[in-house]
């Protein structure tokens, strides 16, 4: 059975980056469409991130595009989110999840990036950004 470990979540000052981490045991990455998430206290759960089994698909929320960057590693069995030029509203609980990818569109589970879809979820790590 797949399980994922999130690591990487630190405070850090406005502007600072992060790069998260997201390892999986149990299973190979290879066939896993894997999204990132984030909650926030008192707010719903957001749709960060998400890439594609081959890699070959990758989807930003609006939020985020142009700061952050997925990337997978499937030698190493881990999914990364590198966070960059950080504000105070990146504050949140960081989870990855994965879901087995259908065949030839890689699209299916990252487009758009739907946590309802997901059935493996990590137990999450915490950023906060502060001055």
């Known amino acids: 059975q797949l399980q994922l470990v999130e690591s990487g979540g630190d405070l850090v000052q406005p502007g600072g980056s992060l790069r998260l981490s997201c390892a999986a045991s149990?299973?190979?990455?290879?066939?896993?469409?894997i999204g990132w998430f984030r909650q926030a206290p008192g707010k719903e759960r957001e749709g960060v991130s998400c890439?594609?089994?081959?890699?070959?698909?990758?989807n930003y929320a609006d939020s985020v595009k142009g700061r952050f960057t997925i990337s997978k590693d499937n030698n190493k069995n881990t999914v990364y989110l590198q966070v960059n030029s950080l504000k105070p509203e990146d504050t949140a609980v960081y989870y990855c999840?994965?879901?087995?990818?259908?065949?030839?569109?890689?699209?299916?589970?990252?487009?758009?990036?739907?946590?309802?879809?997901?059935?493996?979820w990590g137990q999450g790590t915490q950023v906060t950004v502060s001055s």
């Open positions: 149990g299973s190979t990455l290879d066939y896993y469409d």
């Open positions: 999840a994965a879901e087995i990818a259908v065949q030839d569109w890689g699209s299916y589970h990252c487009d758009p990036i739907d946590g309802n879809v997901f059935g493996s």
């Open positions: 890439i594609s089994s081959s890699g070959g698909f990758t």
